[in-house]
């Protein structure tokens, strides 16, 4: 569900003033589109960017409905064809929020056109389209152009924070690293058959969806790659009813008009070894049933651990194991400082963020970027990385969980 946009205080008016424009044009405006048009309609009004995100055209197929999300989130033009966005002139950076099936054409189109690129994760749906990809973002880069995947929770301030302290040497060594992403919503036998699971449009299941997250948000952690891995994966429900109407978010209905294959995997777990030598461990799944978006990680080093859950998204527990046994242990960090990360521009002290901030940080992150001529993290090359490693644990699946090692 869209948040309500956050207005700015009284030492953020006017910042937008005088900045040059950067005009955005999307395609998609479902879950992930309303989560888009929120950072790029709020980072503006909150941080002093170096350009002005302008909402300036939303695409989709079907013009009514279209048009109604762009009326709902601010958008001022519409167009039902992603071509036709492309080629407009008032559009200088295409944000992709489509299926899977979609990303490569549509990112290396609007590269080729000269335009700047955020794509939504995970950034295909095969190595192959990721290599195509980061190959024209690479040849964009030398033009000018930016391409960023959206791999957002690397924006939420507890993660940013524990990515500071893991770079400070806070935790030490590293040994052990383990992620979760735990959600309920496929547990309905009669849950109709969205493009989700579907592999010709979303490519992977539970691995693609939430797997990329946990695998990106871990290797950014630790500041290293995965060497390799050996997982298994499951299906569950193999035949689910045909889809009725339109689909909203994560919820559907079904036609009773017959029934079709998943094709795609349910939930994915495994294992992998960090090229340091750390160890890490997986699970992604729809079928965790009570569990609606706990993402949740640990980090243990020779120094400390660090802890994170996404559904108490505000608090990073840190236990020092320097300190004396006597009275050392987990702390909770309440990261709502205005020296944590992205913090100095939001609320007061204890005034927590939500869900809906890390695409405004999201949207700020990828403007200075662009502004300043440097490379997004993460990039496309992230993005194909993360591709590598999701492909090597369906491989390792696909040989009864023999090791895997991830290609470079």
Sequence with gaps: MEQPQQSAGPEEAGTEAGKPPLR?????????????SQGWRTAGRVFDLPRRPVLAALCGRDAAAVRAAADRHGWAATETDWRALIERDDIDLVDICTPGDSHAEIAVAALSAGKHVLCEKPLANTVEEAEAMAHAAESAYERGQSAMVGF????????????????????????????????????????????????????????????????????????????????LTETFVRRRPLPGGATSGLAAGGTGAGTGTVTVDDAALFTGRFASGALASFEATR??????????????????????????????????????????????????????????????????????????????????????GRRPEPSFADGLQVQRVLAAVEESAEKNSAYTPIAD
Excluded: C
Aim: hydrophobic share 40%.
């Design 152 to 231: 957002n929770y690397r924006r939420v301030p507890a993660t940013a924070l524990a990515r500071r302290m893991v770079a400070e040497g806070r935790l030490g060594t590293l040994r052990h690293i383990r992620v979760t992403y735990l959600q309920d919503w496929l547990n309905d036998p009669e849950f109709p058959l969205t493009w989700r699971l579907r592999k010709e449009l979303a490519g992977s299941g539970s691995l693609g969806d939430l797997g990329a997250h946990i695998v990106d948000l871990a290797q950014h952690l630790a500041g290293e790659r995965l060497a390799g891995v050996s997982a």
């Design 24 to 36: 955005v044009g999307m395609v998609g405006y479902a879950f992930m589109g309303a989560a888009h």
């Design 287 to 372: 079928y965790a049933t009570g569990r609606k978006n706990a993402l949740r990680l640990e980090l243990n080093g020779e120094r400390g651990s660090l802890a994170f859950d996404l559904e108490r998204l505000n608090e990073l527990w840190f236990h020092d194991a320097t300190e004396p046994g006597t009275h050392a242990g987990f702390r909770r960090i309440l990261v709502t400082e205005p020296d944590h990360p992205y913090l100095d521009a939001w609320w007061p002290p204890g005034h927590g963020l939500g869900y809906e901030h890390s695409f405004v940080h999201q949207a700020r992150d990828l403007v200075h970027a662009i502004a300043e």
